[in-house]
């Protein structure tokens, strides 16, 4: 558990509560999802803590199911199962004391988010103490409806569209887009905890096994293939992206063009996703977002953005 986790203190009073709990989503989302927290900062200054709170909660529900001091796997899923447990419970009673759930069950409350949503994430996360890969994309898919998908669907209370149905399927698509792109600049990191987040049937298609960690000729053709297969999902998303109120698509828009830019770095790096991780600078990351902002159409009377055909791509790196 990190050590923000067991050191927060149990106030005696409600505001209390939720306001360490809402600030220790912050703390989780900045020092573990650096990309998106400072997308998340273009945010209005109200909407910002409740993007923190499910970021927390996903945190933590990764850190019960990958922590190696967390346990056997049996005790891992026991804990998962507590915490969903916890959250319907303290959702029926309208409020909750645990560190991370109380700015959750706040925020389910206040945005009139859908419980099931986050039930189908528990189901994901849930996967990975039994599935360690996944033999096509559609089973990926699969995967990913209640791990990325339904992290899309669980931000438009927050961004507000016109017409939230319409922009589904674009929130669905980015937040895939989004978790591809780390399945292939994190495959080292998961290889460790036993796992490939990558379509078997395809590695086999060229001959690649990440297993090796070497970029050999094999790795870097199922690299690019992957790579324009995400950019795809991306293209999905950008209709999305446009539905959505002016602020609230610069600040995807700016996430949108980070993340992508973590495709750019892999090849930049000949596909060597084993040597190094690929990163975007912090300084990148700021100055994406200003530029998103300012770019921004001031008002449109149906809430949208005026299209593009694609988003611009990074600034160099210094």
């Known amino acids: 558990m990190p050590a923000d986790l067991t050191s927060w203190a149990t106030p005696g009073v409600r505001g209390r509560e939720l306001q360490a709990s809402y600030a220790l989503g912050r703390r989780l989302h900045r020092a573990h999802g650096t990309t998106y927290y400072w997308a998340t900062r273009a945010l209005p200054r109200a909407d910002q803590p409740h993007v923190h709170a499910l970021y927390g909660l996903c945190r933590y529900a990764d850190e019960i199911v990958d922590a190696p001091d967390r346990g056997s796997i049996a005790e891992r899923a026991a804990a998962l199962d507590a915490l969903r447990a916890r959250f319907d419970r303290d959702l029926a009673a309208g409020r909750s004391d645990h560190p991370v759930l109380a700015a959750v069950v706040d925020t389910v409350q206040q945005l009139s988010i859908d419980p099931e949503l986050l039930r189908r994430f528990f189901a994901s996360m849930r996967m990975d103490l039994s599935v360690s890969g996944y033999r096509t994309h559609?089973?990926?898919?699969?995967?990913?409806?209640?791990?990325?998908?339904?992290?899309?669907?669980?931000?438009?209370?927050?961004?507000?569209?016109?017409?939230?149905?319409?922009?589904?399927?674009?929130?669905?698509a980015l937040g895939v887009a989004f978790q591809l792109t780390n399945f292939l600049r994190d495959v080292d990191e998961d290889l460790d905890r036993g796992r490939v987040y990558l379509p078997l049937e395809d590695l086999e298609r060229f001959g690649a096994d990440p297993r090796r960690r070497v970029a050999d000729a094999p790795w870097r053709a199922f690299s690019r293939f992957q790579i324009d297969r995400i950019r795809g999902i991306y293209r999905e998303a950008d209709a999305g992206i446009e539905l959505l109120p002016s602020r609230s698509a610069s600040v995807i828009r700016a996430a949108r063009v980070l993340y992508s830019g973590i495709l750019d770095r892999i090849e930049a790096a000949d596909h060597d996703v084993f040597s190094a991780r690929a990163r975007i600078a912090t300084p990148i990351k700021v100055a994406v977002v200003g530029r998103e902002l300012v770019r921004r159409t001031p008002s449109n009377t149906a809430g949208r953005v005026t299209p593009r055909s694609s988003p611009r791509p990074l600034p160099a790196e210094r």
Do not use: F, K, T
């Open 138 to 172: 559609a089973e990926l898919e699969r995967y990913m409806d209640g791990s990325a998908a339904v992290i899309g669907e669980l931000m438009l209370p927050v961004l507000r569209p016109p017409d939230p149905d319409a922009a589904r399927d674009g929130a669905r």
